[in-house]
C-alpha cells in the first residue's frame, strides 16, 4: 500500500509543535507558578479559638478577611489562608523575608476604630459594635450600603451630634476602611454605612467590620520558618529527583514498547507542559507534595499509554491488522484506563474535602494531573498512533514488540 505523505506530515508538525512550545516557553510558564513555602522559603502558622469562646465558620471567615488585609504589609503577593475544622486557621506566608516581623504582625487582634474627622483619635472602637451586626443592606435607591448596629445606641447617638456634617473615617488598625460623612444625628444605635461602588464592595466592608468587632482572640498553636536557600535546595533536589524519573521513564518505554513507546514520550512532554500550562492559570501554590503528586501523575499517564499498547498487542497476535489492532485495542483500553483515572479522582476529591493544607496542594495537583494525563495519555496519544498507522508507514507488528511466530490467524 502507498504511504500517505499528508498523515506522516501532519504528525510530523505535531511532534515538532509539542518539542517546540514546550522547549521554548516552559521555563516561562514554571515562573509564573507560584511556589509554596516549602519550595521558596517563607513563614507558616496556625491559629486557634479558645474553646470557651463560640466560634463558628462565619465568623472565622471575617477573622481570615482581615489577616488578608493585615498581611498586604508584609509584601506577601499571595498568601495561603485556610480554615481549618471549626476553630482553627492557618496562614502559610511564602516568601516573607521577616518571620519575626510576620508574626508579630499576625498576632495583633484586629482593632477597628472610628475616628474623629483628622483620623487620629478614637471615638468609637469595634468592641462597642455589636459582633456580626454588619451587613449588606440597599438604601432607598437601590444603592449598596452597610447596616450595622451598636451596643450603646446613646453613645453613638453623641459622636454624630458632635461631628454632623462632616467625616467619620473607619480603620481596621492603620488601614482606612471607609470615610463616611455623618448626615444627620443617628439615634437607636442603627446606622448605615454608603458610598461603596457595589454589593462587592459593601461585602468586604461588612465582613471586615465584623472582623474588627469580634470579641475572639486567636491563640498560636504551631509555626515555623523555612530558610529561603533551604526551600530552594529542596526544590532543587525534588526536580533533580523528578527529572532522572522521567528520564528513567522514556528509556523504558522506547526500549521495552518500541513505537507505542516513542508515542508515549511525546504524549508525557505534552502532558508535562499542559500541566504547567494548567497549574499557571489556576495560579495552583505549587508545594512539595504538590511535585510528587506531578510526577505522580506521570507514572498515571505513563500507565494510559502501556495498557492502550498492550491491548493493540493482544489484538496483533490474534491476527488482526494493524489498522483493525489499533481500532480494537484503543476501544478495549478506553473504559480501563477510564475507571483508573475516575477512581484517583475521587481519592483526590476526598483527600481535598477532609485534607490539612499540604494535603489539598497534594490532592490538587494530582486531580490535575489525572485530567491532563486522560488528555493526553489517551487522546493525543491515539491521534499520534492513528496518523502512523493509516498513513501505511507502520507496517511491521515488530514495531509494537509483535514477533512474527506470535500472530496466530483470526
Not at 119 to 134: H, R, W
Not at 260 to 267: D, K
Request: net charge positive; proline share 4%.
Amino acid at each position: 500500500m502507498k504511504v500517505k505523505k499528508g498523515k506522516v506530515a501532519i504528525f510530523i508538525i505535531i511532534v515538532v509543535a509539542i518539542l517546540a512550545l514546550a522547549g521554548t516557553t516552559a521555563l516561562p510558564v514554571w515562573n509564573k507558578i507560584t511556589k509554596g513555602l516549602d519550595l521558596q522559603g517563607g513563614f507558616e502558622v496556625l491559629y486557634e479559638a479558645p474553646k470557651d469562646q463560640k466560634v463558628d465558620k462565619a465568623i472565622l471567615l471575617d477573622v481570615a478577611n482581615a489577616l488578608e488585609r493585615r498581611i498586604n504589609v508584609l509584601g506577601v503577593s499571595e498568601p495561603e489562608i485556610s480554615i481549618e475544622g471549626n476553630n482553627r486557621i492557618r496562614v502559610q506566608l511564602a516568601g516573607v523575608k521577616d518571620p519575626a516581623k510576620a508574626r508579630e504582625l499576625l498576632g495583633k487582634q484586629a482593632e477597628l476604630t472610628f475616628r474623629d474627622p483628622t483620623g487620629k483619635t478614637a471615638v468609637i472602637k469595634g468592641a462597642d459594635l455589636k459582633p456580626g451586626s454588619a451587613k449588606l443592606s440597599f438604601d432607598e435607591y437601590n444603592s449598596p450600603v452597610v447596616a450595622i448596629e451598636f451596643k450603646d445606641g446613646k453613645k453613638f447617638e453623641e459622636v454624630t451630634k458632635k461631628y454632623i456634617g462632616q467625616p467619620l473615617p473607619i480603620y481596621l488598625d492603620e488601614k482606612e476602611l471607609s470615610n463616611p460623612v455623618v448626615q444627620n444625628v443617628i439615634s437607636g444605635g442603627k446606622a448605615t454605612i454608603s458610598g461603596q461602588k457595589t454589593p462587592e464592595e459593601a461585602k468586604e466592608l461588612a465582613s471586615l467590620l465584623n472582623a474588627g468587632a469580634l470579641p475572639i482572640k486567636l491563640q498560636e498553636v504551631q509555626s515555623f520558618a523555612v530558610d529561603a536557600s533551604l526551600g530552594h535546595q529542596s526544590m532543587r533536589d525534588t526536580l533533580i529527583a523528578g527529572g532522572l524519573s522521567v528520564l528513567m521513564i522514556f528509556f523504558f518505554v522506547i526500549g521495552f514498547y518500541r513505537l507505542p513507546g516513542l508515542v508515549a514520550v511525546m504524549t508525557l512532554i505534552a502532558y508535562t507542559y499542559l500541566n504547567l500550562v494548567v497549574f499557571a492559570f489556576l495560579k495552583v501554590t505549587l508545594t512539595l507534595p504538590g511535585i510528587a503528586a506531578f510526577i505522580l501523575g506521570i507514572g498515571m499517564a505513563v500507565d494510559a499509554n502501556i495498557i492502550m499498547s498492550e491491548r493493540i498487542r493482544e489484538e496483533l497476535r490474534v491476527g488482526r491488522t494493524m489498522k483493525s489492532a489499533l481500532k480494537a485495542g484503543s476501544k478495549r483500553s478506553f473504559l480501563t484506563i477510564f475507571d483508573a483515572n475516575f477512581t484517583t479522582i475521587l481519592a483526590g476529591a476526598v483527600l481535598f474535602a477532609f485534607g490539612t493544607a499540604g494535603v489539598k496542594g497534594f490532592s490538587v495537583a494530582l486531580i490535575v494531573g489525572i485530567l491532563c494525563s486522560f488528555v493526553t495519555a489517551v487522546g493525543l496519544s491515539r491521534w499520534l498512533m492513528s496518523l502512523l498507522v493509516n498513513s501505511n508507514l507502520v507496517k511491521n507488528p515488530v514495531l509494537f514488540r509483535v514477533k512474527e511466530d506470535e500472530i496466530g490467524e483470526l
